[in-house]
């Protein structure tokens, strides 16, 4: 059974008590809904993100063969597990139908092209992706009191922190033959930061939107960004910014002292990005 306060580090959909789901809980919160489907929608997507980057990396057979047996498993199975509790918690709203919307507009912009130039700054790409998740589940599990769905974002935080781990493991073994310099490596965070703005999350949470709000008459675009923003806030509301700090800067391997001396700075310097 997932546990609530502390979640464990493996778990499956089979460990999951959905008769234990207090629907009453959050039936009526259209932010929950709107976080774990979108949610649901890019992590089942990892899929195709996963295929992609392992060839990115072909010709290491470790990262190929670790991306394509563990990473790229574990990310669906986050997917399957938030679509479950979505159809559990909404019965009424069209998962699938929303999901093919989706997919069909994300694989047109999941491509190799959009990668880092250097396998290296790939890696710390992925860092910052999977801090930007990590986070993003440690916030999610604040704003709700359903253990279920407690529990849930809490496991797969932790999953994510592993990713982060893998990730940064592979970066210190291919900077070992391409050194990168710190500036490079600032430069891949800051990029993969300033994306994170306009990332995959907003094309989901708009067929999750889109599909919900269908009649006759167009969608209202501005009804939507005023949603977005607001759901937005509220996650930032709740962010661990000093954690995301220290796993953002961690790949530039700055010696202590400095690190410590920057993470006000840095924290204050993305405590404004989320605002804006």
Same mark, same amino acid.
């Given at each position: 059974?997932?546990?609530?306060?502390?979640?464990?580090?493996?778990?499956?959909?089979?460990?999951?008590?959905?008769?234990?789901?207090?629907?009453?809980?959050?039936?009526?919160?259209?932010?929950?809904?709107?976080?774990?489907?979108?949610?649901?929608?890019?992590?089942?997507?990892?899929?195709?993100?996963?295929?992609?980057?392992?060839?990115?990396?072909?010709?290491?057979?470790?990262?190929?063969?670790?991306?394509?047996? !563990?990473?790229?498993?574990?990310?669906?199975?986050?997917?399957?597990?938030?679509?479950?509790?979505?159809?559990?918690?909404?019965?009424?709203?069209?998962?699938?139908?929303?999901?093919?919307?989706?997919?069909?507009?994300?694989?047109?912009?999941?491509?190799? %092209?959009?990668?880092?130039?250097?396998?290296?700054?790939?890696?710390?790409?992925?860092?910052?992706?999977?801090?930007?998740?990590?986070?993003?589940?440690? %916030?999610?599990?604040?704003?709700?009191?359903?253990?279920?769905?407690?529990?849930?974002?809490?496991?797969?935080?932790?999953?994510?922190?592993?990713?982060?781990?893998?990730?940064?493991?592979?970066?210190?073994?291919?900077?070992?033959?391409?050194?990168?310099?710190?500036?490079?490596?600032?430069?891949?965070?800051?990029?993969?930061?300033?994306?994170?703005?306009?990332?995959?999350?907003?094309?989901?949470?708009?067929?999750?939107?889109?599909?919900?709000?269908?009649?006759?008459?167009?969608?209202?675009?501005?009804?939507?960004?005023?949603?977005?923003?607001?759901? !937005?806030?509220?996650?930032?509301?709740?962010?661990?910014?000093?954690?995301?700090?220290?796993?953002?800067?961690?790949?530039?391997?700055?010696?202590?002292?400095?690190?410590?001396?920057?993470?006000?700075?840095?924290?204050?310097? !993305?405590?404004?990005?989320?605002?804006?």
């Amino acid at each position: 059974m997932l546990q609530s306060a502390n979640a464990p580090t493996k778990w499956d959909l089979g460990t999951i008590p959905w008769e234990q789901l207090d629907v009453s809980l959050v039936r009526d919160r259209e932010d929950l809904f709107y976080l774990v489907t979108a949610a649901s929608f890019i992590e089942i997507a990892a899929d195709l993100y996963s295929n992609n980057l392992a060839q990115y990396f072909n010709g290491d057979q470790e990262i190929v063969e670790w991306l394509e047996s !563990s990473w790229k498993n574990e990310e669906v199975r986050h997917g399957t597990t938030l679509r479950n509790y979505a159809q559990h918690a909404w019965p009424d709203f069209n998962w699938d139908y929303a999901y093919s919307k989706f997919f069909a507009d994300y694989s047109r912009k999941c491509i190799i %092209s959009a990668y880092e130039p250097t396998h290296v700054l790939e890696m710390v790409a992925r860092c910052v992706v999977e801090t930007g998740t990590a986070t993003f589940y440690q %916030s999610l599990a604040t704003q709700t009191n359903e253990p279920i769905l407690k529990g849930i974002a809490l496991a797969i935080r932790a999953e994510e922190i592993n990713h982060y781990k893998h990730f940064y493991a592979y970066f210190n073994k291919l900077n070992i033959n391409c050194i990168t310099n710190r500036w490079q490596i600032f430069g891949a965070v800051c990029r993969r930061v300033l994306e994170a703005r306009k990332d995959d999350a907003e094309c989901a949470m708009w067929h999750v939107f889109n599909t919900r709000k269908v009649t006759t008459k167009p969608v209202d675009l501005r009804q939507f960004k005023l949603l977005y923003r607001q759901l !937005s806030l509220q996650i930032k509301k709740e962010y661990p910014l000093a954690m995301a700090t220290k796993m953002l800067i961690k790949p530039m391997r700055l010696p202590l002292k400095v690190a410590q001396f920057i993470e006000g700075p840095v924290a204050t310097c !993305s405590a404004w990005i989320l605002r804006h």
